[in-house]
Each structure stands twice: as structure tokens, then as C-alpha cells.
């Protein structure tokens, strides 16, 4: 966690929720059920696979922390994470049997209206909203470890293989926001919806949110430059973008970045940013989280999207550092 855990602040209860909800129905139906069929449809496991796997698979059951909302809310968020950790964990190694995103949606049911799976809807009050997350929650979970042990009894996946790649997943840290970053350098319609929304954008990517209800992204130009910082405590989007730079945390910069943004980018960080370009300080807090989409440096023209990813640095993500050409980097 960034925030301290006996510094509650999150205000916003009913964005978290509604967050949380509008997340899982994307990957419950886009990324876990509806892959689930394709499996079952192509002949890749069978029914009575999944059906031998429940008999053996431990359910997966979230339970209440005491105490209020917020622990629970937060207890949602943290099982929403693991719940698509579980679904990537599984399907990263199937190499023979990858399914793009956005290749064979008829077959899994997006657009047919036939077969498309349907939204579920949480209704009632916040409370009662929570406990029918946490069931879903449970649910969803314990579906992907049955379709992981049925794909481990076909010997379709090695346990070595999943072990290895949960590591890998766990470790990317800022490599998540460079991922994001990289797309919206080259596809500009994900960079408007980037900007427009988002946490909703970011699911394209597969990456967990972690514990945010929104996130900000802050597009520096020639005309802007963004810096993040979080004056109540050490909020971060840290599934996001790893962890945070160690001043981050320091009053010291809380204070200064406030006061006088440009000499203390200046002073801090060696980055003189232009007089004509207006600095924005992005305050984050529990409810709203901020991520800068730095500019794309020049001499990138013809660079892969993976090769645009390794140029990102966790610096630039929070602004306190721009990205230079390919040539001049350290």
C-alpha cells in the first residue's frame, strides 16, 4: 500500500464500488467466461473437465474484514487485482492457443446478440451492493482455478509455466504504465480514450487497476508540463506505475512542489521546463489517482510499440522527468 493503513481518507465510497463493478463485468464476461466457452467450444478442455476440476478446486471465498466501509471496499479492490492476475497467470502461456483481443468476436459472443453474455447488475444499497461483489468476486475466482487445474489435466499448461509467469507479472511494476504509455504514443484513439476515462481505457491492457477509484492522466505538451503529488499522505497508482520515486513520500517535496513547482522541478530534479510552458501540479488523492502521459521524444518515428515501452522511465510517469530521443539516453 502507498497510504498509510491507519490513515483512512477514501470519500468517495460509492466510485470506488461503482468502479469495481463496471471493472469486473468487463472481465468477467470479456476476459474469463468468454474465454472459458472458447476453450470449451474449440475442444481444448471439455465440460467434464471443468466439472472433475470443481470436484477437486478449493472455492475461493472472500470474506468480510471487520471494522467499516472502507476495509471492505478496499478488500474488493485487492480481490478485483487478484482476480485478473489469476485470469493473466493462465492464459499468458498459451501460446497455441492465444486469443486477441479483438480477433474472433463473433465466436466469443461480444457482438452475436445470440451469445453475447449479459451484464450482470448490483443493485440495492451500498452494503448490500458490496456483499453481491464479494460473491462474484468469489465466483469468478474459483471459475478460473477450475478452468486453470482442467487446462493443467489436459497438460495444455505446466505448473512450472504458471509459477514462472505470475512471477513475472508481479515484477513488471512501472513497466504497466510504460505499457499504457507506449500505446497511446501509437494508437491515438486509445490515447483520446486514455484521456477521456482512464481506469476504463487502461483494461485493454489487462492490467490491474489496484486501489483507485478513478484515474487522472495528465498529458504533458509543448504548451503543459504535469508533475504529480500527494499532499495528504503518499496516495500512488502503484499496480500501475510500481512503486514510487523514494522523495515522493518526503514532506520536503510535498511542501516545495506546491509552493514553487518550476524551481523545485529545477532544483530537485535538474529539469528546467520552459517559461512558456504552464506547470500543473496533480494532487492524488485516495479517490483519484494521477499518471502524466509524457510527450513521445523525437527520432521515434519508426519504433515498435515494445521499443517505445523501454524508453519510459518511472520518473516520467509522475513528471519529474522527460523522456529524450533514443540517441541521448542514457
Known sequence: MSEHPDHPHMQDFEGHVAAVAADLEYFRRKRVEARVLLFLRRGIITWADL?????????????????????????????????????ATVTTPLANHSVAIDDNRRERGDYHPEFRLADRVYEGDLTTRIGLLETTLSETRHLIACFTQALLDRDEVTMDALTENRCRLNELGYRNGARIVARAWVDPEFKAR?????????????????????LGVAENTD????IVVCTLCSCYPHDLLGDPPWWYRTDGYKQRIVADPRETIRDMFGLDV???????????????????????????????????AELVTAESLVGSEEIPPPNRAP
Open 194 to 214: 486514455l484521456l477521456a476515462t482512464g481506469r476504463e481505457a487502461v483494461r485493454e491492457l489487462d492490467i490491474p487497476p489496484g486501489r483507485l477509484g478513478k
Open 274 to 308: 520552459a517559461p512558456e510552458r504552464t506547470v500543473m501540479v496533480r494532487d492524488s488523492t485516495s479517490d483519484v489517482r494521477w499518471m502524466v502521459l509524457p510527450r513521445r521524444p523525437e527520432g521515434t518515428e519508426g519504433m515498435s510499440e515494445e521499443e517505445l
Open 51 to 87: 466439472f472433475s476440476a470443481h470436484e477437486t478446486t478449493e472455492p475461493t471465498v472472500l470474506t468480510d474484514p471487520p471494522g467499516d466501509l472502507e476495509p471492505r471496499i478496499r478488500a474488493l479492490e485487492d480481490a478485483l487485482d487478484a482476480m485478473i492476475l489469476d485470469i
Open 223 to 226: 504548451e503543459v508540463h504535469n
